[in-house]
């Protein structure tokens, strides 16, 4: 349905954005397939993709979208990886890359409402029109409704998940290098977008931080920088380094952050993290490798690893963080070489 249609019936402001702590119904992936975005890794993306799907499957479904050329090469993985098929569900969907967090639906729930579970189909158009073609990405979101008969509102406003993060309660953390880009939305204003997330998702308060970190081609989406890990607590990056690009855009979003309260105008807790102290370098130049770009999953955190002295340091601030769920690494050296990791290629649906 369209957001002018039928949708008008339905009382949005009775939804909302779960916080990604809340239980799932299943992880959303689409099997790596373009070599234009891992012409040197594809080996090794494809591995954290089967380390990814191994844990995820221990405590939710996977649903995983493939196309005919891959099924061979994904049914031998699978083997690889001794997975379990009953907990992974396969569609055959076109899609042009990964990164599913952008392209994929946004699902909104209801404990009142019927149906209880709603998905938005925004527009995607591949982080200001940097890639083509993204058309079959942009239609990834029909597969919630043919599949498994949820109900997909269709928007002409564009956004990315990997842009927003909530804490399920109302209140949003997003940029403005990203959604204030004119590349997105560019005869609007910040007011205006600020009504349209209020409107959709659920949300009372949004935080602007300012820009993103070097080497990630969307514009600064959030999911790298900053993140709620639960309803009055944010764990943001910072660089260590003051001579690095990082250093200043990390240090100005931790002063907003110290700054901000949450939807009902308390202060909100701020946990930083170091930045991998460790350079990787992708087909562009450096890649965005960043601790932020985690999943919280059922009863797990699935945290990427770069190989960095740091690393063991940093996941123990999660384990303090998230002392009631498991911390999983995932080598993502050769994933971040496509420009995104373990969030940007993961989108939760909500169990209902």
């Known amino acids: ?50 380390d990814i ?10 649903v995983l979208l493939i196309d005919s050329d891959s099924q061979s090469e994904l049914e031998q993985n699978l083997s690889l990886f001794s997975l379990p098929n009953q907990q992974i569900s396969l569609h055959h969907h076109a899609y042009n890359d990964s990164w599913i967090r952008d392209a994929g639906p946004i699902f ?64 949003l953390l997003t940029t403005e290098r990203c959604l204030l880009n ?5 005869h609007m204003s910040r007011v205006q977008i600020e009504d349209i997330l209020k409107r959709l998702l659920g949300i009372q308060r949004i935080l602007w931080l300012g820009d993103g970190i070097e080497g990630d081609d969307t514009d600064g989406h959030i999911d790298d920088i900053a993140r709620f890990v639960n309803e009055t607590t944010v764990l943001t990056v910072r660089e260590n380094h003051k001579n690095d690009p990082n250093y200043d855009p990390l240090e100005d979003n931790f002063r ?12 909100l807790t701020v946990v930083d993290i170091p930045m991998p102290d460790i350079h990787l370098e992708g087909p562009l130049g450096r890649s965005p490798a960043s601790y932020a770009n985690f999943l919280i999953a059922n009863h797990q955190v699935l945290v990427p690893v770069y190989g960095a002295p740091n690393q063991d340091s940093v996941l123990s601030i999660f ?13 993502c050296v050769g994933l971040v070489c496509g420009l995104g990791s373990i969030h940007c290629v993961t989108q939760q649906q909500p169990h209902i």
């Open 1 to 50: 349905m369209s957001e002018s249609g039928n949708c008008n019936e339905i009382n949005l402001s009775a939804y909302r954005m779960p916080a990604e702590w809340e239980p799932h119904e299943a992880t959303w992936l689409a099997w790596p397939k373009n070599f234009e975005t891992w012409p040197e890794h594809m080996y090794e993306a494809r591995r954290a993709f089967g």
């Open 53 to 62: 799907i191994q844990a995820l499957t221990r405590h939710e479904k996977v």
């Open 108 to 171: 909104i729930t209801s404990p009142t409402e019927s149906p209880a579970i709603l998905a938005h189909d925004f527009v995607f158009n591949a982080w200001g029109s940097k890639y083509e073609p993204y058309t079959e990405d942009d239609r990834i979101p029909d597969l919630a409704q043919a599949e498994f008969g949820i109900d997909v509102i269709q928007h002409e406003f564009v956004l990315e998940g990997g842009s927003i993060d909530v804490n399920g309660c109302g209140t």
């Open 182 to 186: 004119p590349n997105r939305n560019p």
């Open 256 to 267: 907003r952050l110290k700054q901000s309260g949450d939807q009902d105008g308390n202060k």
């Open 319 to 331: 384990q303090d963080l998230f002392s009631d769920r498991e911390i999983i690494p995932i080598d």
